[in-house]
């Protein structure tokens, strides 16, 4: 299942223009092909695959022992923070679903706006989350939940930081295959 292409278009956009070094994009055609050449055709990361392993592994552990903690702590907790601390776990539970999947995809695929999805998501929408959920006091937090919250938040702030080493390394590893193919074309058509 691929993102739909208006979804795609939009994350490669914004890949390249976050990710691309301009000074890297005035290289001649030899140095495009010297840093090719010193890259593997494989450019995914093993420390992003390595951590978006063992956050999948982890996930379940960290909802179950949310899920049992809101149902302990429930009681006591004001009508609205009831309401926003189970909004909070659906939308972390269906975040965190397509993120990992976003992240799987676009790290062993190689595919630049599933990368730049998932990346987006981790910094935009999961990291303010589980930093509410590991400071606000409110919500009467317990020492199980802040260890959970913790390990989450340490899984996340890595895939964010390796995933921006990995989009930038994806991103310029297909701006250089671009401009060689550009430069064969104009070769192609000396000939």
């Known amino acids: 299942m691929d993102l739909p292409e208006p979804i ?6 914004f890949s390249r223009t976050v990710f691309v070094n301009q000074s890297h994009s005035q290289l001649s055609p030899e140095d495009h092909i010297t840093f090719l050449n010193h890259n593997t055709d494989v450019v995914s990361s093993l420390p992003l695959q390595m ?5 999948m592994c982890f996930f379940p552990l960290w909802w179950i022992s949310e899920v049992v903690m809101l149902q302990l702590k429930y009681p006591a907790l004001p009508d609205y923070y009831k309401v926003i601390l189970i909004t909070i ?8 679903a397509i993120r990992l999947y976003l992240g799987y995809t676009g790290n062993l695929q190689e595919k630049v706006p599933e990368l730049a999805g998932f990346w987006l998501l981790s910094l935009l929408l999961q990291f303010p989350l589980i930093l509410f959920q590991l400071f606000n ?4 937090i317990q020492p199980l939940e802040r260890g959970v919250h913790i390990v989450l938040a340490l899984f996340i702030l890595t895939e964010a930081l390796s995933g921006f080493v990995a989009l930038r390394a994806m991103v310029r590893h297909t701006e250089s295959r671009f401009h060689l193919s550009q430069f064969n074309g104009i070769q192609d058509h000396r000939s």
């Open 8 to 13: 795609r278009r939009r994350l490669g956009d």
């Open 51 to 55: 951590a978006l392993f063992f956050n």
């Open 89 to 96: 776990l659906i939308l972390m539970t269906l975040i965190e």
């Open 137 to 140: 006091e409110a919500i009467l």
